[in-house]
């Protein structure tokens, strides 16, 4: 589930130049190509859910400010890279929110939101009654 739309992207930046397609009304006009919008935020939100997957049980129900403004930063890195090529300062801003959901992953940072507990290395933790059969309880048959 994104965390970002493109009206968030508008909100934020007034200079994106958005990949652009036909007009099915009008073959000469162009307009932005929503498909593509919507398949860059899904996925940075793709790129986001596994550093939230540490501490958080996911889908988030109702996401912090943060995660919508990484998501904003990720998705215009990812749709400008493959339409036109990025700038510097998209590229820094990528890398930037890339650190920032590495700190939220570790604890550095928290999101506000209560965190799930998660088992050591992620791996699977596996609770039950105790042995029925061991060492002790065979001893002697």
């Known amino acids: 589930m994104p965390y970002a739309t493109k009206q968030d992207i508008d909100d934020r930046y007034d200079d994106i130049n958005y990949p652009m397609m036909p007009d099915p009304q009008d073959p000469d006009e162009e307009i932005v190509d929503g498909a593509a919008v919507e398949k860059a935020l899904a996925d940075a939100a793709a790129e986001i859910d596994p550093y939230l997957a540490a501490k ?38 990528y890398e930037d929110a890339l650190k920032t959901l590495g700190r939220i992953s570790s604890g550095i940072m928290v999101l506000g939101i209560e965190e799930t507990e998660a088992s050591p290395n992620g791996g699977v933790t596996l609770s039950g009654p105790g042995r029925l059969f061991s060492r002790d309880t065979m001893a002697g048959l």
């Open 56 to 93: 958080h049980s996911l889908p988030l129900a109702d996401p912090p400010e943060i995660l919508v403004r990484l998501s904003v930063d990720i998705a215009l890195y990812r749709m400008i890279s493959d339409a036109i090529g990025n700038t510097e300062e998209r590229r820094q801003r």
